[in-house]
């Protein structure tokens, strides 16, 4: 039998490995995607191993939402865009987690059988460097602060 390979998420979540966090929660983590589709994709997991979606308590997928809105808010409001995607996800990841997106193009988020062309080729997203991540982090916890602050009062 071979090595089980520990779940990435998992030791994001329990701090073995670094992530640039824009939000946190008592059962949820937010960061952002090494590899973004856009400048601020974040994703969102629970602090506890779920494999699948389907497995995910109602209750914790109904705080992955509310804090997918508040960064979503953020997103809009930093990067001047009309709409933010939000979708949950597992397929490279076996750790349930929803991807935040600032949607640019309507083409952000979309699926190969959208795609007209037969023979594509497509390369993963560059990754971001650990000051970018940051500086997006930075920038995404102060706008998510200020539309809390603003809800507040």
């Known amino acids: 039998m071979g090595r089980i390979t ?6 994001i979540a329990n701090q073995r490995v670094s992530a640039a966090i824009v939000y946190e929660a008592e059962h949820l983590l937010a960061f952002l995607d090494v590899c973004p589709i856009r400048k601020g994709h974040v994703q969102i997991i629970p602090r506890q191993h779920f494999g699948f979606f389907e497995e995910l308590p109602a209750k914790l997928a109904s705080e992955i939402v509310a804090a997918g ?23 490279d990841i076996a750790h349930v ?21 037969k023979s594509l080729t497509f390369v993963p997203a560059p990754r971001a460097t650990s000051t970018e991540l940051m500086t997006v ?8 602060s200020q539309l809390v602050e603003n809800t507040d009062t």
């Open 69 to 91: 809105q508040l960064i979503a808010r953020a997103q809009k409001s930093l990067y001047q865009v009309e709409r933010a995607a939000f979708l949950f996800s597992g397929g």
């Open 137 to 144: 982090a930075d920038e995404l916890r102060s706008a998510m």
């Open 6 to 11: 520990p779940c990435l998420f998992c030791e």
């Open 97 to 117: 987690h929803a991807h935040v997106v600032p949607m640019h193009e309507k083409t952000d988020i979309t699926s190969r059988q959208y795609i007209a062309e």
